[in-house]
């Protein structure tokens, strides 16, 4: 008996490499895409999410073609310094969940999961400053069906805002289930997010 529980560490111990050499394999049969950083499945998802926000924005400049007045007259509604400021916020933001990962790269997990919580932080605000804004156009008596232009607006800062509640939701959890491959994984999503925004911001905000 006394055999069989000296063996049992060590049984653990095989197991455990047996999974990371199987999850390294697994890496190595995506080529050059093995190598980002986190889940590989979370980088399918980004490329998704991209691509969707692409197509909704080619077809709110297409859109736009058909009438550039209408759609200049309701852009000059929008507030550009909340948008800008939200750009700030996003992209500081970012900086923060950068510096996490870097952080618990150096094995600093208390400084990785502050940096998280900044990050978190900062995401709130981001749509606290939108909350305003959409209040602002209701009070206006703007909403989706005024125009196609405003349609475009509520329909994709909209979709942008749900994901970042869900990128709130996925940086406290890898705070919590804070390995550096989960952090990686949950960092990669907010920056998509940050990435979406700052695409956003010149096209529906600024371009004429």
């Given at each position: 008996m006394s055999n069989v529980l000296d063996r049992?560490?060590?049984?653990?111990?095989d197991s455990d490499h047996q999974k990371a050499h199987t999850t390294q394999q697994a890496r190595d049969g995506w080529g050059v895409l093995g190598e980002l950083p986190g889940d590989l499945m979370m980088w399918v998802l980004i490329v998704s999410e991209l691509l969707v926000f692409g197509a909704a924005l080619i077809a709110f400049l297409a859109v736009r073609t058909t009438d550039p007045a209408g759609?200049?007259?309701d852009q000059a509604l929008?507030?550009?310094?909340?948008?800008?400021?939200?750009?700030?916020?996003?992209?500081?933001?970012?900086?923060?969940?950068a510096l996490a990962v870097r952080a618990r790269e150096i094995n600093k997990r208390t400084t990785a999961r502050r940096w998280l919580a900044a990050a978190g932080v900062l995401g709130a605000v981001f749509l606290f400053v939108k909350g305003l804004?959409?209040?602002s156009k209701a009070t206006a008596g703007i909403d989706?069906?005024?125009?196609?232009f405003f349609t475009f607006y509520y329909?994709?800062?909209?979709?942008?805002?749900?994901?970042?509640?869900?990128?709130?939701?996925?940086?406290?959890l890898v705070a919590w289930a804070d390995s550096l491959r989960n952090m990686e994984t949950g960092v990669a999503f907010w920056h998509?997010?940050?990435l979406v925004?700052?695409?956003l911001f010149p096209i529906i905000y600024l371009l004429r």
């Open positions: 049992l560490p060590a049984d653990k111990d759609f200049a007259a929008l507030n550009r310094t909340a948008g800008a400021v939200n750009t700030i916020v996003l992209v500081t933001s970012g900086l923060c969940a804004e959409y209040w989706i069906e005024t125009s196609p329909l994709i800062t909209g979709f942008h805002a749900a994901h970042v509640v869900a990128g709130i939701v996925i940086l406290s998509m997010v940050d925004w700052v695409l």
